[in-house]
């Protein structure tokens, strides 16, 4: 199991009810495809500064994921735990020192009800761009982390959505 001095994942799995995993940021897969499935096919694209095309590119990504040592992978059957505990832990292990500390969240952010894309984001320490928004594989990811995850073909399946927050 991968450790890092000062970081207490159970701690931190318990306070924020989620499983959250020590995971080398090298299995964390990025893929150019990814946000095509954004561009062509999401009603959402460009109608929150947290997706693209204002979001990091997956070349942005695969570069800023290489400047990190640590990856925190957050998961939960519950998409609003993730987005509240991402940047929280975020925060959290900035003030510990890991001063590079910067997660990605679970789907679209959903703070507002409409984003308002030319005066920039209102809550900016709450807003984070998800996994998929930067161009991550989440399944990929998820499996190569021993982590569940299936294409869900109804609403009444269970879900499995995951966060990660990069630091050093
Ligand atoms: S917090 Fe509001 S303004 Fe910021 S990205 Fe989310 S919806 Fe847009």
Redesign the pocket.
């Known amino acids: 199991m991968v450790e890092v001095k000062g970081v207490d994942v159970e701690e931190i799995s318990r306070r924020y009810e989620v499983e959250a995993k020590l995971i080398d940021p090298e299995t964390i897969c990025v893929e150019d495809w990814v946000r095509m499935k954004c561009q062509f096919g999401c009603g959402g694209y460009g109608a ?3 997706c693209p095309p204002y979001s990091p590119t997956p070349s942005q990504t695969r570069e800023i994921i290489s400047g990190f040592k640590n990856a925190l992978l957050i998961h939960s059957h519950n998409s609003r735990k993730i987005k509240e505990a991402v940047p929280e832990i975020e925060r959290e292990l900035f003030l510990k020192g890991f001063y590079k500390a910067w997660g990605m969240g679970a789907g679209p ?4 009800d409409e ?2 894309i030319d005066a920039g ?4 320490r ?2 984070r761009p998800a996994m998929e928004a930067c161009g991550l594989d989440v399944y990929a990811t998820a499996r190569a982390n021993a982590f569940p995850i299936e294409v869900v073909t109804s609403k009444d399946q269970e879900q499995n959505h995951y966060g990660v927050v990069l630091f050093e």
């Open positions: 929150r500064l947290t952010c959903n703070l507002c984003c308002d984001c209102r809550f900016p709450k807003a």
